[in-house]
Nanobody
């Protein structure tokens, strides 16, 4: 099992900045894709940003140029730096780990699961 613990959410004024962090724990060998998704009330969960172990990044259109995702492969952590925040960025932000290789019974095995954190609230309001 992989546990994802997020931190860094909160209340910020429009135009402000916030940083979210997520740490993955468990018998992890490697994680190919780490990312952030968000879900606002009454809306579907949407992609914010992902980063692969090779540091290839993907961003949702609404956050391009404002958000930056980064990761530490050795520590299995991912960070989302959010700048120029807008009220429409208000949502619960979820950390995701996908394509995970774990140590199971003494061997490295591909789990095939996509893991999610519990979510952290980000509110952008004056």
């Amino acid at each position: 099992q992989v546990q994802l613990v997020e931190s860094g959410g909160g209340l910020v004024q429009p135009g402000g900045s916030l940083s979210l962090s997520c740490a993955a724990s468990g018998s992890i060998f490697s994680i190919n894709a780490l990312g952030w998704y968000r879900q606002a009330p009454g809306k579907e969960r949407e992609l914010v940003a992902t980063v692969t172990s090779g540091l290839i990044t993907t961003y949702g259109d609404s956050v391009k140029g404002r958000f930056t995702i980064s990761r530490n492969n050795a520590k299995h952590t991912v960070t989302l730096q959010m700048n120029s925040l807008k009220p429409e960025d208000t949502a619960v932000y979820y950390c995701n780990a996908d394509q995970v290789y774990m140590f199971i019974d003494g061997r490295v095995q591909f789990t095939g699961y996509s893991y999610w954190g519990q979510g952290t609230q980000v509110t952008v309001s004056s």
